[in-house]
């Protein structure tokens, strides 16, 4: 049985031999083919790296000359500058990836700076599209909120504070979340501000816009807007 089970093993072995033997030119192409593959996808992703890196030097460049002594500039200087580092960064927008959350949120300052509140919003709009997965996105989404307020978009203003509220570990939830209250309450819908109020002393009492929310509570119930 064992000799026999030899036998087969060899003939298996012997035929295979013979099949890549026939095959070998084949068996080679491919087998280059596959290492070039890999070869190149390895460059591609050391030049993408590279690229990136390049990008982000950029774009920390730009905000170093924009904050590099501009406590010495007058007005009219720091508007220049703010103008000039706007233009400049503006190609970085369209970048993928940490590259572009980064400039659009630079974009988004500088515009915001300016009272441009529709260009802003959109830089913002863009950096939380572009970093969903990040830790940015929350922080893009309360920027966005406060856009929107300026513009008078209570509704808008609501869903992206909203957003901003709904990732646990950001670290302006409590401000987000008063404020999406303080937009709920403008809008007139006075038992849900409530709500939120509640919630947000109910998970962080000894917080300061915990205790501004309950105070809110306390005057809706006064005003006899809430139960």
Same mark, same amino acid.
């Given at each position: 049985?064992?000799?026999?089970?030899?036998?087969?093993?060899?003939?298996?072995?012997?035929?295979?031999? /013979?099949?890549?033997?026939?095959?070998?030119?084949?068996?080679?192409?491919?087998?280059?083919?596959?290492? @070039?593959?890999?070869?190149?996808? !390895?460059?591609?992703?050391? &030049?993408?790296?590279?690229?990136?890196? $390049?990008?982000?030097?950029?774009?920390? @460049?730009?905000?170093?000359? *924009?904050?590099?002594?501009?406590?010495?500039?007058?007005?009219?200087?720091?508007?220049?500058?703010?103008?000039?580092?706007?233009?400049?960064?503006?190609?970085?927008?369209?970048? #993928?990836?940490? &590259?572009?959350?980064?400039?659009?949120?630079?974009?988004?300052?500088?515009?915001?700076?300016? $009272?441009?509140?529709?260009?802003? *919003?959109?830089?913002?709009?863009?950096?939380? &599209?572009? #970093?969903? $997965?990040?830790?940015?996105?929350?922080?893009?989404?309360?920027?966005?909120?406060?856009?929107?307020? +300026? *513009?008078?978009?209570?509704?808008?203003?609501?869903?992206?504070?909203?957003?901003?509220?709904?990732?646990?570990?950001?670290?302006?939830?409590?401000?987000?979340?008063?404020?999406? #209250?303080?937009?709920?309450? /403008?809008?007139? +819908?006075?038992?849900?501000?409530?709500?939120?109020? +509640?919630?947000?002393?109910?998970?962080?009492?000894?917080?300061?816009?915990?205790? *501004?929310?309950? /105070?809110? !509570? !306390?005057?809706?119930?006064?005003?006899?807007?809430?139960?």
């Amino acid at each position: 049985m064992a000799e026999k089970k030899e036998k087969e093993v060899k003939t298996a072995s012997s035929k295979l031999n /013979t099949v890549l033997e026939k095959n070998r030119k084949i068996v080679i192409s491919c087998f280059v083919a596959v290492i @070039a593959a890999v070869a190149a996808f !390895i460059i591609v992703e050391i &030049a993408a790296s590279k690229a990136k890196d $390049k990008n982000l030097a950029a774009i920390e @460049a730009l905000t170093y000359e *924009l904050v590099n002594d501009s406590s010495s500039l007058e007005e009219a200087e720091l508007t220049a500058r703010r103008d000039s580092t706007l233009e400049k960064v503006e190609k970085y927008t369209k970048k #993928g990836g940490v &590259a572009g959350v980064r400039a659009n949120m630079l974009a988004a300052e500088l515009a915001y700076q300016k $009272k441009d509140y529709e260009a802003a *919003l959109a830089y913002w709009d863009a950096a939380a &599209a572009k #970093g969903k $997965k990040s830790y940015t996105a929350p922080l893009a989404n309360y920027n966005k909120a406060v856009c929107y307020e +300026q *513009l008078g978009k209570l509704d808008e203003a609501a869903d992206a504070y909203k957003a901003a509220v709904d990732v646990e570990d950001f670290v302006l939830r409590t401000h987000a979340m008063f404020s999406y #209250g303080r937009i709920l309450e /403008t809008k007139g +819908q006075y038992a849900e501000a409530v709500k939120v109020y +509640q919630e947000l002393n109910d998970k962080n009492p000894s917080d300061t816009w915990a205790n *501004l929310a309950k /105070t809110r !509570i !306390i005057d809706l119930k006064v005003e006899g807007k809430a139960e």
